[in-house]
Every structure is written in structure tokens, then in C-alpha cells.
């Protein structure tokens, strides 16, 4: 990769091009949440990774319908969609960006095209972008986790059951709920399930 030549009018940049030049004594903390994925290292990945969301930024930001084969060369990384993601997440965007069968590709080919609405792009998004600054995401306490474990549990529960047992279950917890003084979701929680479980 060329090296990036700093712009002495942009506050803020000097660190983050001075990384992606390759000096290793830059590392900002925030840059640990930037990507997802349990391999993901901030030296190892970040540069790469945020070259790869720019650059598809930077190829969407026309607003047109792009191919595949676009996307991929523009970045010239396999995994584009996964910077397409990015885009979406809370960290760089979040970007609203289309993507639909291609009318151009043969038919069977399963060849998508994706475009970005510029609707969603605001001045604090696309200077997040170009100056390599995500938004830091703060960690999930263990009570989330927990509770997320819980809701994913109880959806697959409600996807295995019928559409009648999910009305029965839901008119009982409504009932027990308006008879509680005080309503303890845990508690509908578990009621819930176990009433899904029977």
C-alpha cells in the first residue's frame, strides 16, 4: 500500500494516516470495537478492513446500482459484503444501502447489485468514514448477554410452535400480568417459555 500523505488542516488525522502507514506505535483504543469478529486485531486487520469500507463507501456514494464484480474490484477484497455490514452497523454508519437480483446478469446466476440511498448519509457519517474513526461500542454487560440468550431461546421456541399455542400462550401471560401488582418480566419470561415447552 502507497503511503497517505497527511492533510496539516485536518484535526484528528495525522494519527489515524500515520497507522494506516504502518507505524505501529499508533494504535488508538477505540479502534478495538471497530470491526466484529472474535479473530479481528487491531494491528493485524484495522487498516485493511477500514481501506475496505472506504473504498466501497467511496464507490456507492454516487447512489447508483453496482455490481458484484464492482463492489469486489473496487476493494479488491472477497469479502465486500462484509463491508458493505459495516456500513450498516452503528460503528460506521449506519447507512441505508439496497440490494436486489441483478437484471443484468443471466437469469440462474444469482448475481445481486447493491446501491447506497444517499438519504441516509449524514456529514457526521461521512466524516467518520473518511477520517477512519468509528464510533466506539461499548461492551454488553453480562445481564444483557443473559437476556439476549433468553430472547434468542424463546424465539426459536415461538418459531416451532403453531400460530394458536403462540395466542394461547400470550392471552394467559396477559392475564396473569394484569393480575400482578407489580409485573416482573423475568418472571412472563419464564412463564412464557414454559407454557411453550407443555
Not at 39 to 67: C, K, M
Not at 149 to 154: G, S
Request: aromatic residues 6%; negative net charge.
Amino acid at each position: 500500500m502507497s503511503s497517505i500523505a497527511p492533510d496539516p488542516e485536518d484535526d484528528g488525522m495525522a494519527e489515524v494516516l500515520a497507522f494506516l502507514n504502518g507505524d505501529p506505535a499508533v494504535v488508538v483504543a477505540d479502534l478495538r470495537t471497530a470491526f466484529a469478529g472474535k479473530t479481528y486485531e487491531v494491528d493485524e486487520d484495522f487498516a485493511r478492513l477500514a481501506v475496505g469500507v472506504l473504498g466501497i463507501y467511496l464507490l456507492l456514494l454516487d447512489g447508483l446500482w453496482h455490481s458484484a464484480m464492482e463492489c469486489k474490484a473496487a476493494i479488491g477484497q472477497e469479502r465486500w459484503q462484509a463491508r458493505i455490514g459495516d456500513l450498516r452497523t452503528e460503528r460506521w454508519g449506519p447507512l441505508e444501502i439496497e440490494r436486489e437480483r441483478d437484471p443484468n446478469a443471466p437469469k440462474g446466476s444469482g448475481a445481486w447489485r447493491t446501491r447506497l440511498i444517499l438519504g441516509s448519509v449524514t456529514p457526521e457519517i461521512h466524516a467518520r468514514i473518511l477520517s477512519g474513526k468509528p464510533v466506539p461500542v461499548r461492551k454488553k454487560t453480562d445481564a444483557e448477554k443473559a437476556l439476549a440468550k433468553q430472547r434468542k431461546a424463546l424465539k426459536r421456541k415461538v418459531t416451532a410452535c403453531s400460530d394458536m399455542a403462540i395466542l394461547e400462550a400470550c392471552a394467559a401471560l396477559f392475564e396473569a400480568s394484569a393480575k400482578a401488582e407489580s409485573p416482573d418480566v423475568d418472571a412472563d419470561v419464564d412463564a412464557l417459555t414454559d407454557f411453550l415447552d407443555d
